[in-house]
Structure formats: C-alpha cells, structure tokens
C-alpha cells in the first residue's frame, strides 16, 4: 500500500530523530506525532515499526490503545505489515494492549523490556497524563516508571494533544512557555488541502421558544444558547429531550438518505450520553423513521466485533456510547449525530474525526447534526487549529499538590463504563495513583447523589426534575419540581468552520478555473 506524502515524512522524522540524535536524556527515543483524526496514523505508525525492525534497531513491538477495537485494529495492521502474527504467541513479534491491561502484565512480560529492544506504540496518548509519579494517572504510572527507560525507542500518536484537567501528557517535552512540543504536525486543514480528509460541515440545531416552569413561575428562552447562559437547565437535559432528538436525527436521516443515492455503502453514527439513551434512540429511530440501527455499549458482548461488522457491512445507522469515540477506523460514515453529554473540546473533535476519512467512493461530504450547544458551536468554528489557545498550556502540578481533574474529563474515557448519566457538575474526582477501580467507585458515589426523575428522557414533550428532599440533601430544601418545554419552531444553521472556504469549491471547479486561468495567460 502506499504511503500518503505526511506517512512518509513523518516515519523519515522519526527514524531521523531516532538514529541521529545526541541528546542524552531519554527523548531522544520517543517521538510525539500530531495528526488530525481520519489521516492514517495506525498505518503510519505500524509502517514505522517494520522499517525500524528491517533496520536492526529493534527486536519486538508493543501496541497500547484506549479501546479494544483500536487494539485489534493495530493488532490487523502490524500483522500486515510484517507479515506475521502480533498476539503475543510463540513466534510472534509483539502484541497490543488497551491501557487497560497497562495494571495488569504479568512480569514475564516486562521482563521483555530486559531482554529485547522493544518498540512501543502509543495511540491517544493523552490518556496517560503525568510528567512524573508525582502527577500521573492510572495509565501513565506504567509508563514513566518502567516504559520510558526501559524501551528502545517509541512513537505516541494523538489528535488532540491536551487534557481537560491541563495535566502534562505522559512522555512529552514542554517548553517554556508550558506549550507541548510536538516532533511532528499534520492538521486538519493541511489533511484536507492534500484530499487526505473530508471537508467537515456542522449543522447546529436550535429553538426559538423554550419554556422553563419552576415551582408556578414561567421563563421563556428563545435559544439554547441563552437557556444554559442562564443555567435554567443543564445540557443534559436538552440532549435527554426527545422531541430534541427527533429533530437532530430527523435532519441526518435525511442527508444519509441523500448521501446513499450517490454511495449507497455510506453510514450514519449516532453518539448518545448512556446506555439508556441509546436504546431509546434506537426505538425512536424505529418507530418514526422505521430505520434499524446497530446498538455497540459495554452491554454487549463483544462489542469490537460488532463494530467490525458494521464496518464491513452495508448497514446504515450505528448507535454508540464511547466505544466509537476515538481511533476506531469505519470510514464509510460520513453522517454524525453528536448527541452525547459530554462537551469538551477534546470528546468534540474525537467524535466528529470518525467521519473525515476519505474513500474512493464517489461522494465525500462529511456531516455532523448537534444541538446548539455554545461551547460546541465554537469548537465548530476552530476546528481547523491544531491546539486550541485555550487549552495549550498544561499545569505544572508541583509534588506536594493533590492531582484533580475534572469529571467531565474521566467521562470520555468510556464515560465509567457508558452506563450512567452525565456526572455533576459541581463534584472533583482525586487521581493521583488511585486505581481504575478506585476511580469508577468515587464515580458511583457521585451518581448516588445525583437525583434525576426516573421518567428523564422518556417524555415526548418535556423534562421534570425533582430537588433533592430534606433527608436525602441534609437541608431543608422543601421538594420542588421544574419542567422544560421547548414549544417554538426548530431552526437550523449550517456553521462556517475558519479557514474552510476555500476548501469548499469541488475539484470540477478548480479544474475549470485552473483551465480559464491558463487561458488568460
């Protein structure tokens, strides 16, 4: 297969880095690669350890990724690549992991790192956050305590190379200023001027006219925008809603409906915020559009090969929570719904990079249908900027400091296991060297005093909410109820994402131009 141009520059970066650097310290042997969602970055990396091995500096390769599928899906590329297997079995010449199993290697396999030169591959790093033991978390413990001084050399692959908390990533390089230093940048705007990505389209969502009732007094808001300005409700109420939902999914429909007559092997992934949510989905779904749709949660057993399934297959719609989030290749979807509750940046721009990939077939638009969530819409707007101003800089978490990060920020690794509503707002979750497990109680714990209606989600007009009683709260808060009905007509905006235009005119135009301007000449 041949590589892209930016597969190619970056691998010789890399071996260049690798094979000539006099640095002493142990960055020399690690290389930090920014690519844009959708550009390849499993092929290049498994390109990379083959030509390493063909070049005698290493002897095995370790794979670690945040997800099964991504697992699997390095796992399939370095078997193609050096023409054998990479499961870990006599005869093999490595293996890949989820950061999951980082805990749990027994110490025959460390002892790999003693014996052999191993090249280890690291997707998303920014999972593994910590410039020390001090401020690592759960996954980069590992891998600053035995990988960074025991590896040959190693690759970390990301698109977002930041963390909501501002932590620094596990084995990256920082300057001054606190920005990350990255060894190699390939963004989105150069991916699609190279025809590498798709051209991204987001349409927002909004009402004009949305009613908030608390305990008999009315406010009207005549966006979503200035509802949750006005904290009247929170985001995941308004994504719970499903008159909300049939509007989004209604819109997508249709534009897969569109898509398929040209590709009629186009896919549609819908993004919900639980379990719960998306199997209501799904019954909406169903119900009003009479589209089936395939279901990937947790609750499934084994959930990447239902995604893979779906990846080969024809079907039209699948329905995710967090397990099609990040690195999982299925490049025939080209329409996203954007349901979830999460609303970082980072959750952002993984979400929308699982319809940027570009095929040979005949249309190649890529779309996201969202509620129009203000932070989202702005995430919109900047998407073509490698790393945002706003989150460049990391904290330098000094050693006697307490690690805290925020809960939305643990919800889009697997948001706890994707069974649970968004976690409030107001609630701090201690990392530090606490445990997976440890994590997911101090989770559970939060969930228990969070107090949503049971009825959430399943009205078709509104949403009720109950406030915490007196004996559950520990006051004497008097039990209220609230109700939200968004009653106003449904618009609509197609964003103009910075520095897309030119991008926009199709590639019959600029041949025609092209022509006319060799004319003038």
């Known amino acids: 297969m041949k590589l892209r141009s930016w597969q190619s520059d970056c691998i010789n970066s890399a071996i260049s880095k690798f094979t000539s650097s006099t640095d002493s310290s142990d960055f020399k042997k690690h290389f930090l690669a920014l690519a844009t969602p959708g550009a390849g970055k499993t092929i290049m990396a498994a390109t990379l350890a083959r030509k390493m091995y063909e070049l005698g500096l290493i002897d095995l390769v370790l794979c670690f990724s945040p997800s099964s599928i991504v697992s699997s899906d390095f796992s399939d590329e370095l078997t193609t690549q050096f023409k054998t297997e990479f499961n870990g079995k006599v005869g093999s010449l490595g293996d890949a992991f989820t950061y999951q199993k980082l805990g749990t290697l027994d110490n025959d396999t460390w002892k790999l790192f003693d014996r052999f030169r191993v090249f280890v591959i690291f997707d998303e790093i920014h999972h593994c956050a910590g410039s020390s033991t001090h401020d690592a978390n759960a996954w980069g413990a590992p891998i600053i305590e035995i990988i960074r001084e025991k590896a040959a050399y190693s690759i970390a692959l990301t698109g977002t190379p930041w963390r909501s908390d501002s932590l620094p990533i596990a084995l990256s390089s920082y300057c001054e200023d606190n920005r990350i230093q990255c060894d190699y940048v390939y963004g989105l705007k150069q991916a699609i001027a190279d025809g590498v990505c798709r051209v991204p389209q987001v349409i927002a969502v909004d009402n004009n006219k949305i009613v908030v009732t608390r305990t008999k007094k009315q406010k009207v808001y005549n966006s979503f925008n200035t509802l949750l300005t006005a904290k009247a409700t929170s985001y995941s109420h308004i994504v719970l809603n499903e008159t909300v939902n049939e509007q989004v999914l209604s819109r997508a429909i249709i534009k897969l409906n569109e898509l398929r007559k040209i590709n009629s092997n186009s896919g549609g992934l819908v993004v919900a915020s639980s379990i719960e949510h998306a199997e209501a989905i799904k019954l909406l779904m169903i119900k009003n559009y009479n589209k089936g749709a395939v279901v990937v949660t947790t609750n499934e057993a084994r959930p990447s090969d239902r995604i893979k399934d779906f ?85 330098i978490v000094k050693m006697d400091e307490e690690v805290v990060t925020d809960a939305e920020e643990l ?31 101090q989770i559970q714990n939060m969930l228990s005093s969070h107090y949503l209606d049971e009825s959430e989600g399943k009205q078709a007009k509104g949403l009720s909410y109950k406030e915490p009683s007196s004996s559950q709260s520990g006051t004497n808060i008097p039990k209220a109820k609230w109700s939200m009905g968004i009653v106003g007509k449904y618009r609509q905006e197609t964003l103009k994402v910075a520095d897309i235009e030119p991008f926009l005119i199709s590639q019959a135009a600029k041949a025609k131009l092209a022509e006319l301007n060799q004319k003038l000449n």
């Open 411 to 441: 919800t889009s690794v697997e948001a706890a296991r994707n069974n649970t509503h968004v976690l409030p707002e107001k609630h701090e979750i201690t990392v530090g060297h606490h445990s997976v497990e440890d994590i997911h109680r």
């Open 311 to 395: 990846r080969k297959s024809s079907d039209e719609w699948l329905i995710s929570v967090g397990m099609v989030s990040e690195g999982t290749n299925i490049p025939r979807l080209q329409v996203c719904c954007n349901l979830t509750n999460i609303t970082t940046e980072m959750y952002f721009r993984q979400i929308f990079g699982r319809v940027l990939r570009k095929t040979n077939a005949p249309n190649q638009e890529a779309y996201m249908f969202m509620p129009a969530e203000p932070k989202l819409v702005s995430y919109a707007r900047r998407m073509v900027q490698d790393i945002p101003d706003d989150v460049a800089k990391v904290q």
